[in-house]
């Protein structure tokens, strides 16, 4: 069993950057993908970034270009560098680890809060 721990939200103003961390423990062995994910107040959680074993990266249109999700294997930690956040970036954010025999964790979230 994984156990994930996020770290690394914050409050801050309209331009400025965060760098969230995930890191896992327990079963750590048999990585398949890690994912960032967010929610917002009344809306749907939805992916930001994901990284696979391969270090591809994916993220959606609405953080290309400003946020950067990377991996360090050694510590079996994942991280999301965000920067110029906006103030619709505002959420609380999750880290979800896939293994390669389907199963998955969450985190238990990180808020997120962009000031205008």
């Known amino acids: 069993q994984v156990q994930l721990v996020e770290s690394g939200g914050g409050l801050v103003q309209a331009g400025g950057s965060l760098r969230l961390s995930c890191a896992a423990s327990?079963?750590?062995?048999?990585?398949?993908?890690m994912g960032w994910y967010r929610q917002a107040p009344g809306k749907q959680r939805e992916l930001v970034a994901s990284?696979?074993?391969?270090?591809?990266?994916n993220y959606a249109d609405s953080v290309k270009g400003r946020f950067t999700i990377s991996r360090d294997a050694a510590k079996n930690t994942v991280y999301l560098q965000m920067n110029s956040l906006k103030p619709e970036d505002t959420a609380i954010y999750y880290c979800?680890?896939?293994?390669?025999?389907?199963?998955?964790?969450w985190g238990q979230g990180t808020q997120v809060t962009v000031s205008s």
């Open positions: 327990g079963t750590t062995f048999g990585f398949r993908s």
């Open positions: 979800k680890r896939e293994n390669i025999w389907g199963s998955s964790a």
């Open positions: 990284i696979a074993s391969s270090s591809s990266t």
